[in-house]
Nanobody, 118 residues
């Protein structure tokens, strides 16, 4: 399984970014793709996930109403649309895949840096 995250950058508070996770190499039909982030000096935390089975989604309370996770099944890309960004959203964002979220993420991609600052 290969995962490649992209789309990070520097944005002002209130701005938007869209992250993309290109996924490939899954052996089965069922998996969960999750987005995680890690801020400097803090533990990694789950942000959102989406199921390949039924498209069900989950969001951490801190991002509900601001972030939207979606998937393009043809391109095998999972997106994280991030709106109304706040400085506390700053961190390295990773996409991961596995059979359950958040504990069953067996595959991780390299992260992409998101910095929210004026």
């Amino acid at each position: 399984v290969q995962l490649q995250a992209s789309g990070g950058g520097l944005v002002q508070p209130g701005g938007s970014l869209r992250l993309a996770c290109a996924a490939s190499g899954f052996a089965g039909d069922y998996y969960v793709i999750g987005w995680f982030r890690q801020a400097p000096g803090k533990e990694r935390e789950g942000v959102s996930c989406i199921s390949s089975y039924d498209g069900s989604t989950y969001y951490a309370d801190s991002v509900k109403g601001r972030f939207v996770i979606s998937r393009d099944n043809i391109k095998n890309v999972i997106y994280l649309q991030m709106n109304n960004l706040k400085p506390e959203d700053t961190g390295v964002y990773y996409c991961a895949a596995g059979t359950s979220y958040p504990g069953g993420m067996g595959y991780w991609g390299k992260g992409t840096q998101v910095t929210v600052s004026s």
